[in-house]
């Protein structure tokens, strides 16, 4: 292992992969896959909307800590998790998942069980994901690996909504500890094993904010409404933009105002968001965003009998965009570990958590945690685990492999016994 770039020798792989110690990493996660499905329910039932992810981050963190892991909430959060390597020095491999759903608070979270699936809000994105930290940390525990390299298990704060990546920015803030210290992040967020995203797609969200004199519906007959601009900016906006598979989209996700139907809006707001490969496509969106407004606040003043509504746009959040280089040692690994486990590796392009270390010029990418899933972001979304623990071997590998496992690690099984209670 090259111990700046991370590059993996063919012969350490090929150790690696007769080590006894290997072998029964890789079994274990078969073994206890009835408890990781277990814990994907329990920590999916614990209510984390975005910026209210508190209670999670207290279980994960007592999850944590029963595998023998040093662990902490840090100041945005997040929950980080270490597990010491030989060279304590080195740099970390960071494994992540972020804690936050994308529904609001107050969301009912009952999982229930249909034709081999687990129905929940959460339940893939990212119940799966987190449940797959949990799984190789209890692994890596009950086996005793040992590592070259120390290895950080986080699960992180604001990754959906207006998260804006909160938690993501904050490890890797500049002169930050964590972002001294990771060499190479693999991001775990929702389920499926052969997409791996190393293009980290760009975003922006932008608020509309409309504002007039409201009144009365009809004592105030034709009185300019913020309402009624919203929705006319709304209409000349999907005018505009034609989405684009694959290259850019717009979204209109959300929108409020007024404050009864027998009264004329007052105010009135749009949240809107971009999304395209390019930077210069995404400032084209932005564009036309701008002259939605003008266009929809003109349409409605000049249609009004009195009154005037004006409009401003806030943003709300920017994800930046970049792509981990086809030669990065992190991909070439997952690329040979893929082919060890012959799964087809689908490159992609999305935007996660991975974009804030891409960004940077950092090794990063995001994978899949396994099985399937559907309905994401409704409160049909769904996950089916069949096929879990393929993806998860495939994790394993990578962070052995990139960690450094000790071959030469005194025979026998676990360093330590996990508490009986927790066994499956």
């Known amino acids: ?27 274990r996660l078969t073994v206890i896959e009835p408890w990781i499905e277990r814990q994907q329910i329990e920590i999916t039932t614990i209510a984390a909307p975005t910026g209210f992810e508190g209670l999670r981050a207290e279980w994960f963190l007592k999850e944590c800590q029963a595998w023998g892991l040093h662990a902490a909430i840090d ?10 390597g030989r060279a304590a020095t ?3 491999l960071a494994l992540t998942a972020h804690l936050d759903t994308a529904f609001p608070p107050g969301t009912p979270v009952e999982p229930q069980r249909r034709r081999g699936r687990i129905l929940a809000p959460g339940i893939c994105d990212n119940g799966a994901g987190l449940a797959a930290l949990l799984g190789l940390m209890r ?8 590592t070259a390299r120390p290895v950080l298990f986080v699960a992180n704060v604001g990754e959906e909504g207006e998260g804006d990546l909160k938690g993501m920015r904050h490890l890797f803030r500049p002169r930050g500890t964590y ?15 052969e997409p791996v995203t190393i293009e980290a797609l760009p975003s922006r969200r932008l608020k509309l904010v409309f504002e007039g004199p409201g009144g009365h519906s009809w004592s105030d007959l034709g009185r300019a409404s913020a309402i009624h601009a919203a929705a006319r900016t709304a209409t000349a906006l999907l005018a505009q933009v034609q989405p684009q598979a694959g290259e850019l989209g717009c979204n209109l996700g959300w929108m409020q105002g007024g404050s009864a139907v027998n009264a004329i809006a007052a105010s009135a707001s749009l949240k809107i968001d971009l999304r395209a490969r390019r930077s210069a496509a995404l400032d084209g969106l932005e564009h036309a965003v701008r002259r939605a407004l003008a266009l929809g606040l003109e349409q409605e003043n000049a249609a009004a009998l009195s009154g005037t509504v004006h409009g401003r746009i806030e943003p709300l959040g920017e994800r930046p965009g970049g792509e981990l280089a086809a030669d990065a040692p992190l991909l070439q690994l997952v690329q040979r570990v893929d082919a060890h486990l012959r799964i087809a590796t689908h490159l992609q392009c999305a935007s996660t958590d991975a974009n804030i270390p891409i960004s ?12 399937s899933g559907g309905a994401f972001h409704t409160p049909k979304e769904w996950y089916d685990p069949t096929g879990r623990t393929r993806a998860l071997e495939r994790v394993l590998l990578i962070t052995l492999a990139w960690a450094g496992a000790w071959t030469g690690a005194r025979a026998g099984g676990a360093t330590s016994s996990p508490p009986p209670a927790r066994l499956p």
Not at 10 to 24: C, K, N, Y
Not at 139 to 146: A, D, K, L, P, S
Not at 360 to 371: D, E, I, P, V
């Open 1 to 27: 292992m090259d111990s700046k770039s991370g590059a993996v020798s063919l012969g350490a792989w090929e150790e690696m992969l007769r080590s006894a110690r290997t072998g029964r990493a890789l079994h």
């Open 75 to 84: 100041e945005a959060g997040n929950v980080v998790a270490e597990r010491p």
């Open 90 to 92: 080195a740099p970390a």
């Open 139 to 146: 692994v890596m525990h009950e086996t005793g690996v040992e």
């Open 179 to 193: 972002a001294r210290r990771i060499g190479a992040t693999v991001v775990l967020d929702g389920p499926g094993c």
């Open 360 to 371: 940077q010029g950092r090794q990063a990418l995001r994978l899949g945690a396994g099985g």
